[in-house]
């Protein structure tokens, strides 16, 4: 017999009588020890449940003021970002930018990420909220809630002579906006034409609830804090001036 054949021992196994060598995870369901441990169940994600902590969140969490508007014409801060999620329970929150900061102090290098956050229902209402913090999660958050609580009415209608209809598809008049450098404005058109409008300002608008729309931007409308800020302000007019 060979050298070869005795060191595999009988029937081709290993020198101690072992199985031959398997690579990889290995079966479905069976651990690298062998044993059917059973896999540790996912944890979903608890909401917290929200208690008002002011006077208006108490209001609104007793039903006494019902909507947004009544809040704005009063002229009442919100300081909650529950108050908006109670009014606006059909509020989605979309990740605009994300970006990050470096400054060099006398201990170093220090890095932060910083995130922009829209909040829209896609039928008149938008927030815009930037947040900064080391992690990108926390910085998510806090513009996320810096979102909610800058959510305003945006009046839609039809503005444009062409179409002349009764439906909220656009904005019932041309409004000018600035942020920045950034100068945006925005013409009511047509039903059916569609928003005309670069891809992260159509993503926005499309949040506001618009449809169809011409827009005009102007300035270093790639910083994306500064073209938010135009947009948000040229959406407030249709509701202060409307």
């Known amino acids: ?18 199985g031959p060598p398997v690579y990889g995870r290995g079966p479905p369901g069976q651990s ?36 947004l508007e009544e809040i704005i014409e ?7 970002s529950g108050i908006i999620k109670k009014l606006l329970p059909d509020l989605k ?16 290098q220090s890095t932060r990420f910083k995130a922009i956050v829209a909040a829209g229902n ?14 990108m999660r926390i910085a998510i958050e806090k513009a996320t809630n810096q979102a909610y609580l800058n959510v305003n009415p945006i009046k839609l209608g039809c503005g444009s002579w062409e179409c002349r209809c009764d439906q909220k598809h656009s904005i019932p008049f041309k409004v ?13 058109a047509p039903r059916g034409l569609g928003l005309v409008a670069g891809g992260k300002i159509k993503r ?15 300035g270093s409308t790639p910083t994306m804090n500064s073209t938010s800020k ?3 302000d040229c959406l407030r007019q249709t509701f202060s001036q409307g």
Do not use: C, F, H
């Open 1 to 18: 017999m060979s050298q070869a054949a005795q060191s595999k021992g009988p029937q081709g196994r290993g020198p101690q009588g072992r």
């Open 32 to 67: 690298k020890g062998g044993s059917d441990r059973p896999r540790r169940p996912r944890r979903e994600p608890v909401e917290e449940v929200w208690v008002p902590k002011t006077i208006l969140g108490q209001k609104v969490e007793s039903g006494e003021i019902s909507s």
């Open 74 to 80: 009063t002229g009442l801060r919100i300081q909650e």
């Open 93 to 108: 929150s979309e990740v605009v930018d994300v970006g990050i900061i470096q400054k060099m102090t006398s201990n170093g």
């Open 122 to 135: 896609e039928n008149g209402y938008l927030g815009i909220g930037q947040g900064k913090s080391k992690q």
């Open 176 to 188: 000018r906006g600035k942020g920045g450098s950034v100068t945006i404005e925005i013409i009511p």
């Open 204 to 218: 926005l608008l499309e949040l506001a609830g618009l449809k169809d729309a011409w827009t005009t931007a102007k």
């Open 230 to 232: 135009a947009i948000l």
